[in-house]
């Protein structure tokens, strides 16, 4: 079964490293010889090492020192890696203690960097974490060669060159058939350069404790542990009363794309608020939620409607509204009532020059992709781009009965100091519509539980894993929200 997977920063990660050792009185070599030991493990999962040509390229720290004791662990097995080293008095302590442990041990050195191009496969542990400057010179050398030399790369912790918290290239960088993450996957790399430098990721546990983790990597082992219980002897009424408020006469799809996922996910009753230039096409495609009905002008919400909300508890809205005044008019009146609310799509907009109103006693969720983001904070795409952790942590540092979604093929949720990350793409998603189809997953879990973070987690992965058996070119919002009754059975068992 899968694990539960961690996510920090390169200086929260060295943070940690550093509390286990001083707090936890662990030693860093027994992490290291875990490292080691797991890396391996991985390895041999990956990769068949016995008669191949194994190079092991070792930097002066840390990461070299990983490198040393996975010689040293494949000597058992056997197998006699070659080594690149850093000059003797360069080595860290902890490396040049894993150096003396194979002193014993005659192991090829390579010295004419033009080698390396002869190895089947190579382990990169020649930075790490504590990459602090560009690499130029001897170490940009290596790099080059090895990303020519068409051997099998393992990079362990992180290719190196790539900086752990930025994602950038630190001149050059080392590209990765598989990189083994050592405790908690970087942030770095998820983004800028990092997002393209390894092939595939995995991480591997090397005896960090793992409550010193509050940020986790979205997958089915959290998600089974997250998703809310569904009583035999639960009622309608165990679950709460939605609604979802939305569409246009252009737009009608959106809202119907949510309210039936939202059914699909488990709410009690759903109410869909509509303009009523809509309602008859919507009415004849959704017979299982209730619709009210309101004024509309111009195919549109008509300006100045004050819905009464009281009877609900929860309440979405923004799918297929359309930038205008009664949307702002509107989701200014639902913000500022003491419900728990959904943001999406047009209502995100509408905050953009009110987002005082975002200052609520209850949980406000706010699903924004890209550009959507531009309107929640003061970046641009590009920056938000080469930054979304950060710009995340701030919204939510800034905001903190938010959580937030940053959707995109990754999806990044924040939520007070915690930061949670999706990395599993799925291109069937990339078509209109599928906002909304999330939209309504998060409204239909949210409706069964007041752990809102949790609920919001399990729903960005189910949408995720909505993969109808059909090419991704051809699927259609339809499709994908007929998946996920098997989705949820499948989390169930
Ligand atoms: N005790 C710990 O903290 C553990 C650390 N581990 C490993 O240690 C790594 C971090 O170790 P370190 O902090 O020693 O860092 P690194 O091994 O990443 O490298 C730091 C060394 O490289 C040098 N350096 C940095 N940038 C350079 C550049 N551009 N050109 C040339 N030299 C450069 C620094 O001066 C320093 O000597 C982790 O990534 C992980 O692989 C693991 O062994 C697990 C336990
Ligand atoms: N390639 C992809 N991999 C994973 N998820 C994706 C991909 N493309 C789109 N998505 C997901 O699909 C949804 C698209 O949302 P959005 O752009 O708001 O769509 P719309 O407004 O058209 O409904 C987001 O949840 C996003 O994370
Ligand atoms: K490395």
């Known amino acids: 079964m899968k ?51 194994i190079c092991i390229a070792c930097g002066p720290g840390n990461n070299g020192g990983d ?19 850093p000059k003797i008095e360069k080595m860290s302590k902890d490396e040049k203690i894993q150096w003396d442990s194979l002193s014993c041990f005659d192991l090829e050195i390579v010295t004419d960097i033009n080698d390396l191009k002869h190895f089947d ?33 393992i990079s362990i ?15 050059c960088h080392i590209v990765s058939d598989l990189t083994i993450a050592l405790d908690c996957y970087k942030e770095g790399l998820f983004i800028n350069d990092g997002l393209t430098a390894s092939k595939k990721c995995i991480s591997v546990d090397i005896g960090i404790p793992h409550d010193l983790h509050s940020n986790f990597m979205i997958n089915e082992t959290l998600v089974k542990q ?76 008509k300006e100045g409607i004050v819905p009464d909300l009281q009877p609900y508890s929860l309440i979405s809205i923004g799918n297929g509204m359309s930038l205008n005044k009664s949307t702002i008019q509107m989701v200014q ?25 975002l200052n609520r006693k209850e949980t406000t969720i706010l699903l924004p992709h890209i550009k959507e983001m531009t309107y929640l904070c003061d970046a641009s795409i590009s920056q938000i781009l080469s930054n979304p952790f950060e710009i995340v942590k701030d919204f939510c540092r800034n905001h903190p009965n938010c959580i937030l979604v940053l959707k995109s093929s990754l999806s990044i949720i924040g939520y007070k100091d915690k930061i949670y990350l999706l990395n599993q793409p799925n291109s069937a998603l990339a078509k209109g519509g599928s906002g909304d189809i999330l939209c309504g997953i998060v409204t239909g879990l949210c409706g069964q539980t007041n752990d809102y973070e949790k609920a919001v987690v399990c729903a960005t ?29 499948k989390l169930r068992t």
């Not at 496969?121 to 068409?150: A, M």
């Not at 912790?157 to 001149?171: L, V």
């Not at 992965?461 to 098997?486: K, M």
């Open 3 to 53: 694990k539960i997977e961690y996510l920090q920063t390169g200086q929260t990660a060295r943070l940690l490293d550093h509390k286990t050792i001083e707090e936890y009185k662990i030693p860093s070599l027994i992490l290291m010889e875990h490292a080691a030991i797991e890396s391996i493990r991985e390895i041999k999962n990956h990769i068949c090492m016995n008669q191949k040509k």
């Open 67 to 85: 490198g040393l004791a996975i010689a040293r662990n494949l000597i058992k097995e056997n197998i006699y890696p070659s080594l690149l080293i």
């Open 121 to 153: 496969i190579c382990i990169d542990c020649l930075f790490g974490n504590g990459l602090s400057r560009d690499i130029t010179g001897y170490y940009q050398n290596v790099i080059e060669t090895i990303n020519q030399s068409g051997s099998y790369v």
């Open 157 to 171: 912790d992180i290719p190196s060159g790539i900086h752990a918290t930025t994602g950038k290239s630190m001149n």
């Open 226 to 301: 997250y998703l809310p219980p569904r009583p035999s002897h639960s009622h309608k009424g165990t679950y709460k009363k939605a609604l979802m408020i939305g569409g246009s006469q252009s737009m009608h799809g959106a809202l119907y794309y949510s309210a039936k996922a939202c059914y699909r996910s488990g709410i009690g009753t759903l109410t869909c608020m509509i303009p009523e230039c809509i309602y008859p096409i919507f009415a004849s495609k959704i017979s299982f939620a209730m619709n009210k009905v309101m004024p509309c002008e111009n195919g549109y919400f």
């Open 333 to 357: 009146h639902v913000l500022h009532s003491d419900k728990t609310v959904i943001l999406d799509a047009d209502a995100l907009w509408a905050c953009k020059d009110h987002k005082e109103w």
């Open 461 to 489: 992965y189910i949408h995720n894993q909505s993969v109808p058996n059909l090419d991704a070119a051809c699927c259609l919002p339809d499709e994908c929200i007929d998946t996920i009754p098997e989705i949820f059975k």
